[in-house]
């Protein structure tokens, strides 16, 4: 049987664009620009009379495992209609594409699902209908999400109009760079910002009238997958800036950094201003008193009424008396003493010792709890109190007057040796040795008792901790 065109003059040939325009089925071409001989099938047009191996040169586009899919273009050689693309994963499971588009010899679209970045790489293979295929390797990867590190929920609390620099928010991408943004609607609080490389957020919370929750949600984004993650940052009412708004419970105090702060709770019946140490041996101290020797010379800072035992009246007002009042609110040589001692329970004391510039730290827990030294008053019923204290909870640097590990708390006003109340290290004698007392009725002997400044021994009350002249301080704490 002779093969030859309609014309009668055989097998038509030339590029691609001469192909005939209205080709009956089964008729040949020559094409010369595809360098083939191709049939008009009814199925699928023009085909290569034989099948070529298709060839896969390289792919473009992402699989998103926030999606779970992915739009992948494929480019390559001898494309067919009706060519499949799949995917293979590093465990030999091939996936087929949820659909292949046909738009060239040399370009085919596919659409991925199901792909696992547990599996990655995978390689990329286009077999046409007669069953020739092609294959790219180790080319789709899954742009795996970023995966948060950083738990979901509260940030922490703290104090209105403080600073904070909180820890940087962590989400990890095995193969991308994560950048952190505010999510749509969501807002920090105003003179806070969010690092959208570090992730750390940052700045000076706001003044606010109350407790304060601020909410929002932070994306963490690979530049294709986006994952959310809510948080919380709390603000809480700063108190105790002024006699009027005191900090009114410890619990609600512990929140707050060291500094000088206004105080009413458990039961003070009002508010006093003093320094707050949140920081020694686990914070939570309010200072009561400070006691001083400066240069050797007396100073009262006690107690210099003239109510005291020994003289023509005798009331309770050892640690009453708002002719001594002074201000606690900085760890200074002022003339400072509170009505803290009167109204509020603790269990330990902490003093705090500076000796012309050597500072040191001892801690105690008293022998009985709930303890207020309101018990120093010469009152019928706490005439004669004795706390002696032997547990040291905390230690630094170098003590002089307080180097003992134990410590009294004593009041004798009707027993020998009758010098009222003092806080002592506990010593053979068991008086003013090295200590604090509070008997002012103008006498320096033994006997007669000390005007509340510190002492070496009983030979004269204007001396130093170690029998100098030398200055000393000391600043007592209680909680």
């Given at each position: 049987m002779a093969i030859k065109k309609s014309s009668g003059s055989g097998i038509p040939s030339g590029l691609t664009a001469g192909r005939p325009a209205n080709p009956g089925f089964g008729q040949l071409y020559a094409n010369g620009e595809a360098a083939r001989l191709e049939l008009f099938t009814q199925a699928s047009g023009w085909q290569n009379i034989i099948q070529e191996v298709p060839g896969v040169a390289s792919i473009t586009g992402n699989y998103s495992e926030a999606t779970n899919s992915g739009n992948i273009t494929i480019a390559g050689t001898n494309f067919v209609t009706g060519a499949i693309a799949s995917a293979i994963g590093t465990n030999g499971v091939e996936t087929?594409?949820?659909s292949t588009t046909y738009n060239s010899l040399v370009q085919l679209t596919a659409v991925f699902t199901g792909l696992s970045n547990a599996n990655e790489p995978y390689?990329?293979?286009?077999?046409?209908?007669?069953?020739?295929?092609?294959?790219?390797?180790?080319?789709?990867?899954?742009?795996?999400?970023?995966?948060?590190?950083?738990?979901?929920g509260t940030l922490g609390t703290f104090a209105e109009q403080v600073s904070i620099t909180l820890s940087a928010l962590s989400a990890s991408d095995s193969d991308s760079t994560i950048s952190y943004a505010l999510a749509s609607g969501s807002s920090l609080p105003s003179g806070v910002t969010l690092n959208s490389t570090t992730g750390v957020i940052s700045g000076t919370l706001p003044d606010v009238l109350s407790d304060t929750t601020y909410s929002f949600t932070i994306n963490a984004s690979d530049g294709l997958n986006i994952i959310p993650r809510s948080f919380s940052i709390t603000s809480i009412r700063l108190y105790g800036q002024s006699a009027q708004e005191p900090v009114p419970s410890k619990s609600l105090m512990s929140s707050y950094s060291?500094?000088?702060?206004?105080?009413?709770?458990?039961?003070?019946?009002?508010?006093?201003q003093t320094y707050f140490d949140n920081s020694t041996a686990g914070g939570g101290w309010l200072l009561a008193f400070t006691v001083t020797n400066a240069n050797g010379k007396l100073v009262n800072w006690w107690n210099n009424d003239t109510s005291m035992p020994g003289n023509s009246s005798n009331t309770p007002n050892y640690f009453t008396s708002t002719s001594t009042l002074g201000s606690t609110a900085t760890m200074s040589k002022s003339n400072?003493?509170?009505?803290?001692?009167?109204?509020?329970?603790?269990?330990?004391?902490?003093i705090v010792e500076n000796h012309s510039g050597t500072i040191g730290k001892k801690a105690y827990t008293l022998g009985s709890t709930n303890t207020y030294l309101g018990w120093f008053q010469n009152t019928a019923t706490h005439n004669d109190f004795t706390n002696r204290v032997s547990s040291v909870i905390h230690s630094e640097?170098?003590?002089r007057a307080f180097n003992t590990n134990q410590l009294d708390f004593n009041l004798q006003i009707s027993g020998a040796p009758g010098d009222g109340g003092r806080i002592v290290p506990e010593g053979p004698i068991n008086e003013c040795v090295g200590g604090i007392s509070t008997r002012t009725?103008?006498?320096?002997?033994?006997?007669?008792?000390?005007s509340g400044n510190l002492l070496k021994n009983d030979s004269g009350r204007a001396y130093a901790t170690d029998g100098s002249t030398s200055d000393h301080t000391a600043w007592i704490f209680v909680r």
């Open positions: 087929q594409a949820t390689d990329i293979k286009v077999t046409n209908p007669s069953n020739l295929f092609g294959m790219i390797p180790d080319a789709l990867y899954v742009n795996a999400s970023p995966v948060w590190q950083t738990a979901s060291s500094g000088t702060y206004w105080v009413k709770f458990d039961g003070m019946q009002d508010a006093i400072a003493k509170n009505t803290l001692f009167n109204t509020y329970g603790f269990a330990d004391t902490m640097g170098t003590m009725d103008g006498n320096n002997s033994y006997s007669a008792g000390w």
